[in-house]
T-cell receptor, first 113, second 112 residues
């Protein structure tokens, strides 16, 4: 089925470890996004990529890096995980000109101990 | 800075009743989205509102947008248990890429 695929679905890290969250979409969307969801805070934008070859910081970028590998793939990297990065991470994609909003991936539940 | 506020944040209601969730936002925008999230799941698109006065309906849910008041409402008619979920509104900043700013979410519980 068409959509946004995120891996892994669950992950436990120790403080200081690194990891990369993977995201791929097959809808030929130009824009892709990474959000984190914490209780009572809605979703907050970490980084986004308006189009292939570009990335920009969102509201909460500290501690994260991203790579727009090609039009389909947008990865999020935690270089040195901290307990404050325990969250649920969602990748999304959209075609801004169409105004349809986002299609979300299934999410990654990350725990940093 | 665009801020999006929903109220109430928690809503417990009985089946068969009507209620409204409110979404206020702080700066001009004419693109607003409603999403539904079931526990442990991802977000599912419900409504896309792209102009002042837009109204969309799907089953027992109806969403509207008043861009002058910077207000959107999600109205639930004759609630049923299956509508229990968390509902988010999101507003497009309108600056190039479609960067949505989300409200805190409204956790809706519908009791038999």
């Amino acid at each position: 089925n068409a959509g946004v695929t995120q891996t892994p679905k669950f992950q436990v890290l120790k403080t200081g470890q690194s990891m990369t969250l993977q995201c791929a979409q097959d809808m030929n969307h130009n824009s892709m996004y990474w959000y984190r969801q914490d209780p009572g805070m809605g979703l907050r934008l970490i980084y986004y990529s308006a189009s292939e070859g570009t990335t920009d910081k969102g509201e909460v970028p500290n501690g994260y890096n991203v790579s727009r590998l090609n039009k389909r793939e947008f990865s999020l990297r935690l270089e040195s995980a901290a307990p404050s990065q325990t969250s649920v991470y969602f990748c999304a994609s959209s075609e801004p000109g169409l105004g349809y909003g986002y299609t979300f991936g299934s999410g990654t539940r990350l725990t940093v101990v | 800075e665009l801020k999006v506020e929903q109220n109430p944040l928690f809503l417990s209601m009985q089946e068969g009743k009507n209620y409204t969730i409110y979404c206020n936002y702080s700066t001009t925008s004419d693109r607003l989205y409603w999403y539904r999230q079931d526990p442990g799941k991802s977000l599912e698109s419900l409504f896309v509102l792209l102009s002042n006065g837009a109204v969309k309906q799907e089953g027992r849910l109806m969403a509207s947008l008043d861009t002058k008041a910077r207000l959107s409402t999600l109205h639930i008619t004759a609630a049923v248990h299956d509508l229990s979920a968390t509902y988010f509104c999101a507003v497009d900043r309108g600056q190039g890429a479609q960067k949505l700013v989300f409200g805190q979410g409204t956790r809706l519980t519908i009791n038999p």
